[in-house]
């Protein structure tokens, strides 16, 4: 069993980042309970040195799939993607969804043809993960529209990746005093929703 780690934790605090705290707890209960599965990672500076699309790349992404070309390096992301049995990415929550990077790794893995198609009744999707788990963290308290969840909550069943699942460690930055019990409170979660992951 493989395990794809999409580790967006772009943080100021470093080592310190809250969500890839989060992250951490997850992958040490994850590791604990699948002791011999692989756990892939796409580092933040893998993310960070995206470049997004405009009009020339989309033609030219549109073209190798025209030809079935889909070892080209553009679908490295979506390759790798499309082959996880199980999925977790850890992003921050910054402007109401996610950092940009993130936004940008979309870009590269909704690679129609590959990740997904389209049949007479709409979009399908062709991703062998079963599961996929969000985790973040929030200056703010969690709201029920949350919109990086939502975010991927769509994309699992574009993907078509049936179960999805979420851990929001809100309210972060509301009182520093009380931060690090959230934080724990929120670990605790991210490392139950692994065990049985
Ligand atoms: C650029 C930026 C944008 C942010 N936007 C939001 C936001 O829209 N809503 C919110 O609740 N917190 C926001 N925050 C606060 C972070 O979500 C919060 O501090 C989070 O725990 C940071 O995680 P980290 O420790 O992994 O960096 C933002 C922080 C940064 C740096």
Not at 117 to 143: K, N
Request: aromatic share 12%; hydrophobic share 45%; with cysteine.
């Amino acid at each position: 069993m493989k395990l794809l780690f999409v580790n967006c934790c772009i943080s100021q605090r470093g080592e310190n980042s809250r969500t890839l705290s989060l992250a951490r707890a997850f992958l040490e209960a994850f590791r604990a309970a699948h002791p011999g599965a692989e756990i892939e990672t796409v580092r933040p500076e893998t993310l960070l040195t995206l470049r997004h699309f405009g009009p020339e790349m989309l033609n030219d992404r549109d073209a190798l799939a025209g030809v079935g070309a889909w070892d080209a390096p553009v679908f490295d992301l979506a390759r790798q993607f499309r082959a996880a049995d199980r999925i977790v990415v850890a992003a921050p929550f910054w402007d109401l969804s996610f950092p940009a990077a993130l936004r940008t790794y979309i870009e590269y893995i909704s690679a129609n043809g590959l990740t997904y198609h389209y049949e007479a009744d709409g979009c399908h999707g062709d991703c062998r993960a079963e599961r996929l788990a969000y985790l973040t963290s929030g200056g703010d308290v969690e709201r029920e529209d949350s919109l990086g969840v939502l975010y991927w909550r769509q994309l699992c069943a574009m993907f078509g990746i049936g179960q999805f699942d979420y851990v929001f460690a809100g309210g972060l930055d509301i009182d520093p005093a009380k931060a690090p019990e959230l934080l724990e409170a929120a670990c605790a979660l991210a490392g139950k929703l692994a065990e049985t992951f």
